[in-house]
């Protein structure tokens, strides 16, 4: 199973970008809690948003209000919709699931490759 992460990019301050991660490879049965955090430059990798399988969410302080996490657990997707960046938000995105599923086996601590979002001032 892997986590494909997309939807980084550069963005002025204020502006909106949307990341989605997308878990493949086999026939997944079920995923559990997913999220999202981030690694900006000489910091240590922070949680931004966590979501269950049932759709409950929790948020790091620095973002609530401006980012939104969701999930399609029939597309064994989850987003992050974030809105009225600031330049304090660049940093690499990771997407991860705690627990996977499949036709054949299951699996803790799956890692997306990470995205880059980059706001300018």
């Known amino acids: 199973v892997q986590l494909q992460a ?9 502006g909106s970008l949307r990341l989605s991660c997308v878990a493949s490879g086999t026939i997944i049965f079920e995923i559990r809690d ?9 910091k240590p ?11 409950s969410a929790d948020y790091a302080d620095s973002v609530k209000g401006r ?11 989850v987003y992050l919709q974030m809105s009225s960046l600031e330049p304090e938000d660049t940093a690499v995105y990771y997407c991860h699931a705690d627990y996977i599923a499949t036709r054949m086996t299951v699996g803790y601590d799956f890692w997306g490759q ?3 979002v980059t706001v300018s001032s």
């Open 34 to 42: 997913m999220a999202w955090y981030r690694q900006a430059p000489g």
């Open 114 to 116: 990470g995205t880059q």
């Open 6 to 14: 997309s939807g980084g990019g550069l963005v002025q301050a204020g």
């Open 67 to 77: 980012f939104a996490i969701s999930r399609d657990n029939a597309k064994n997707t």
């Open 45 to 55: 990798r922070e949680l931004v948003a966590r979501i269950t399988q049932g759709g």
